[in-house]
């Protein structure tokens, strides 16, 4: 993913991150690796757009960018300094060996594909946050999840929803 460009930021001036508007496109899939890891991307691209105030209808946490911070040994502060001084992604994966222990890293992908809707309950607390639910009732496991809302969000017919239950 690049890093340089000129989408506009709310003021109209260039975006340091163009690549990482989530206000009109989704962040990479949970499913892709990168440095050996699921979810790096990801959080990579939920971070930038955090920094440059473009998250829409995304969260860095709580969720699974969380637990690859906790189970990393790293803090979101940590990996968000990183971010913006970053020039590529490949800049943040060196930064995470150079910090972290590689060994730990198919552990907590297996933790990260693995995690997902515990139980009823949980299923009715989670619902408001992902009513794409309502549709696909039998999904349990996030990475699929967050496969689905990811389209969910930006189809749009589903403006007026989404604006609901964006975060504030």
Not at 53 to 78: A, N, R
Not at 118 to 137: A, G, I, K, S
Request: proline share 8%.
């Amino acid at each position: 993913m690049s890093t340089a460009g000129s989408g506009p930021d709310a003021t109209g001036g260039a975006l340091p991150y163009p690549d990482a508007d989530l206000r009109v496109h989704p962040p990479r899939s949970p499913h892709v690796m990168l440095g050996g890891l699921y979810f790096l991307a990801r959080t990579i691209d939920k971070t930038r757009a955090k920094l440059q105030d473009t998250l829409g209808y995304y969260k860095i946490g709580p969720g699974l960018s969380v637990y690859l911070f906790e189970w990393l040994g790293i803090t979101e502060e940590e990996f968000t300094e990183t971010v913006r001084n970053a020039k590529a992604d490949e800049d943040v994966v060196a930064w995470i060996y150079s910090c972290c222990d590689p060994g730990t890293f198919d552990s907590i992908n297996e933790r990260l594909s693995e995690r997902g809707i515990r139980d009823d309950e949980h299923f009715t607390q989670v619902l408001p946050r992902y009513p794409v639910l309502n549709d696909y009732p039998h999904l349990r496991n996030w990475f699929e999840i967050l496969d689905v809302d990811d389209r969910w969000i930006f189809e749009p017919a589903n403006a007026e929803k989404v604006k609901a239950i964006a975060p504030s």
